[in-house]
């Protein structure tokens, strides 16, 4: 917004101000409209404004209760499928037991014994087995108390043998609150 002032002697000053207002308006468009008018009908108004609406829109009809609905349909296949499942896993359970008369000595992977060994001379890295050692996190013992803690800083420190076993005292009789 541009202002314009008029002073004394025919001189024109400009003047640039900014002026800003905030308001809130609520703005309901017409499908909104029509859904807050539906969701207020009793469902005997309802049911006669359904009864308008199909006689006005030719496109518009009925259901008959003979025909099923998707809902429906989607649910039988469903059901067809989790029926299907569980004949498979079934099926599955029943080959299990002939799966375990097996030879015990198939069982045996002779190749891998006969490599680790038996000494055929040189072996490149592709041909060594991975082993699975344990973590390091495994080794410690227990964790640090205060006493060990106090004791290692007094063991980084160089004083007189008197005060380093003064210190020692009195670090074995602190209790474990300090």
Request: aromatic share 6%; no cysteine; glycine share 6%.
């Amino acid at each position: 917004m541009l202002i314009v002032r008029v002073k004394e002697k025919g001189m024109v000053f400009l003047q640039n101000k900014l002026n800003l207002r905030v308001s809130q308006k609520q703005i309901l468009t017409p499908g909104l409209v029509q859904m807050v008018s539906v969701l207020a009908l009793n469902k005997l108004e309802l049911r006669e404004m359904i009864n308008t609406e199909m006689v006005e829109n030719p496109v518009l009809e009925e259901l008959d209760s003979s025909v099923p609905l998707l809902d429906e349909v989607a649910g039988r296949e469903e059901a067809k499928e989790r029926q299907d499942a569980q004949d498979k896993k079934d099926k599955e359970v029943e080959a299990a037991p002939e799966a375990d008369k097996k030879d015990p000595f198939d069982e045996i992977d002779f190749g891998s014994f006969f490599r680790d060994y038996l000494d055929p001379g040189y072996r490149n890295s592709a041909d060594l087995e991975e082993i699975d050692r344990p973590s390091f996190e495994n080794f410690l013992s227990k964790p640090g108390t205060l006493t060990d803690h106090l004791l290692w800083q007094l063991g980084s420190v160089t004083v007189r043998p008197a005060v380093h076993s003064a210190a020692e005292l009195v670090i074995g009789n602190l209790s474990e609150d300090g």
